[in-house]
């Protein structure tokens, strides 16, 4: 079953869709056993089984109404470590050209915003987020590249993501985090969550070697702190 609540990209449209998915998660409704939530909609698994498609649209239909910023708790803000340019932001510079700005203004303007993650996909752990400064708003990659190593930051369009694990890749990856998204031998393999406020912190490469180091030793901590008011 899919909700749906727009047709656009939003903060506002995306936020009722995460306030949704709080209110099914917190009411404990009977026979969802999972929600996936995108920019603009809120697919819901089911056992049908454990209930039926009408008695589910009637509850959650009920809840639609209440899907509001006020329902959901305060949002995290994530400061990930990242380095930009050279062997780790293979394309900062031709994105810079192709922006008409030097490469250190590219890296400036991407790591003095704050991004929100509107949802989890393409792989365990991706975050797809908004908020990115609008002169950084670049045409995906002509030629997608087959291989983008795990912690790659690129950006496409509006969006801006992060690698989570090797995969093929058509936006423009301008650094790079020492930091795992997904990690499934971790408790919580999934770093990022929706709804969380990203900040990125640039860093050299001396500093990515040694968090890459700590990090691989799990002497590591992500700087999280909690952030209200709620988007």
């Not at 026979?31 to 039926?52: F, M, Q, S």
Request: hydrophobic share 40%; aromatic share 8%.
């Amino acid at each position: 079953m899919s909700v749906e609540f727009g047709d656009e990209i939003s903060v506002e449209v995306n936020t009722r869709v995460r306030a949704l998915e709080h209110l099914i998660q917190q009411r404990k409704v009977a026979g969802v056993v999972e929600t996936v939530p995108t920019y603009r909609a809120l697919l819901v698994y089911y056992d049908p089984v454990a209930t039926g498609h009408a008695e589910l649209i009637g509850v959650i239909a009920a809840l639609v109404p209440e899907a509001e910023p006020a329902t959901l708790p305060p949002s995290r803000v994530v400061e990930l470590p990242a380095c930009y340019g050279g062997d780790l932001g293979v394309d900062l510079e031709a994105a810079a050209a192709r922006l008409g700005m030097p490469p250190d203004e590219l890296a400036r303007l991407h790591a003095s915003a704050e991004y929100l993650v509107y949802f989890i996909g393409f792989t365990p752990g991706l975050p797809y987020m908004g908020g990115m400064p609008e002169r950084l708003t670049i045409p995906r990659l002509d030629q997608p590249r087959t291989r983008t190593p795990p912690g790659s930051i690129g950006i496409g369009g509006e969006q801006c993501c992060i690698y989570s694990v090797e995969s093929p890749g058509g936006f423009w990856v301008l650094a790079r985090t020492p930091l795992r998204l997904y990690d499934p031998a971790a408790a919580d393999p999934v770093l990022l969550k929706p709804g969380d406020r990203v900040r990125f912190r640039a860093i050299d490469r001396a500093a990515y070697d040694a968090i890459a180091a700590a990090v691989a030793a799990g002497t590591f901590t992500p700087a999280i702190r909690a952030n209200d008011p709620r988007p």
